[in-house]
């Protein structure tokens, strides 16, 4: 009787063990809709799970949202797009150390017939036309990385307040704008990943490219356990220190669709 209480004893610590191993196994990131929806996640984490044994579950958001999820302690690491805001969550102590991964570029989407004529490599000049033809434009209007960088062209366009009367928002990620570009034959600021993955174009066509301005960093960061004491720090570091690593740099340039990549590693150690 005895030996069978101590035998159950020792399954159900072993069991325990195990709950306790298998769940230190995997991390919550928060990120954004273009990193989910340009099918990267897709192509990067099985090779970091490969590496790791460790599972990441993903919730794609707009920058803004995921960083928010971030602060309340509901994600281990954060991989997003918006310099800024990355290096205000990190002056509030939300954050470790910011390390930059990889880059693309914005480009304007609209109808193939441009009939506002915002074609161009000037994408403040391609604003002020869309503004002063009230042309149908989609904002993401959610926070997101592409929803900051749309608003800080419309700033330097001096055109804040002076969008159009075509500009809604959608409060949607990236896919979900683009499509609403497309059936509506509107306007839309989009990250190039996202859009070379998109399938439904229609009518639509990349319109302004080139601008240095466009220029899309992205970059990762551990959540702050002295906030959080509960986020899974080694397990986040071990994904950091993989995607900024030679190897993790290589997986991301290795992504491409139709042999063009949609991102370029530039990581600094």
């Not at 996640?41 to 707009?62: Q, R, T, W, Y």
């Not at 805001?85 to 991964?101: D, T």
């Not at 959540?223 to 991301?252: L, M, Y």
Request: aromatic share 8%; hydrophobic share 45%; charged share 20%.
């Amino acid at each position: 009787m005895i030996r069978n209480r101590w035998a159950l004893s020792l399954c159900s610590a072993l069991l325990g063990l195990g709950a306790a191993v298998a769940q230190a196994q995997s991390i919550v990131m928060s990120s954004t809709t273009s990193t989910e929806q340009s099918g990267l996640f897709a192509h990067l984490l099985p090779e970091f799970k490969k590496a790791s044994g460790i599972d990441v579950k993903v919730v794609a958001l707009g920058t803004g949202q995921a960083l928010d999820m971030a602060r309340r302690g509901d994600a281990d690491v954060v991989f997003v797009h918006d310099q800024v805001a990355e290096e205000k969550f990190v002056s509030e102590g939300f954050g470790l150390k910011r390390q930059a991964v990889m880059y693309n570029d914005f480009v304007l989407i609209g109808p193939k017939a441009d009939p506002v004529g915002a074609r161009g490599k000037d994408i403040v000049a391609a604003l002020a036309k869309l503004s002063a033809a009230n042309a149908p434009f989609v904002s993401r209007g959610d926070k997101s990385g592409t929803h900051a960088a749309e608003l800080r062209f419309w700033k330097i366009a001096g055109l804040d307040d002076k969008k159009g009367g075509g500009y809604r928002e959608c409060g949607c990620g990236m896919g979900p704008a683009l499509n609403i570009a497309a059936a509506q034959g509107a306007y839309v600021l989009a990250d190039r990943g996202t859009w070379l993955n998109f399938k439904n174009r229609a009518d639509l066509a990349v319109l302004v490219e080139g601008d240095q301005r466009l220029f899309n960093q992205y970059g990762v960061m551990v959540v702050n356990p002295a906030k959080h004491p509960h986020v899974k720090q080694a397990e986040a570091q071990k994904f950091v220190d993989w995607v900024v690593s030679p190897v993790g740099q290589k997986a991301v340039a290795d992504y491409k669709i139709g042999g063009e990549p949609l991102f370029f590693p530039n990581a600094t150690r």
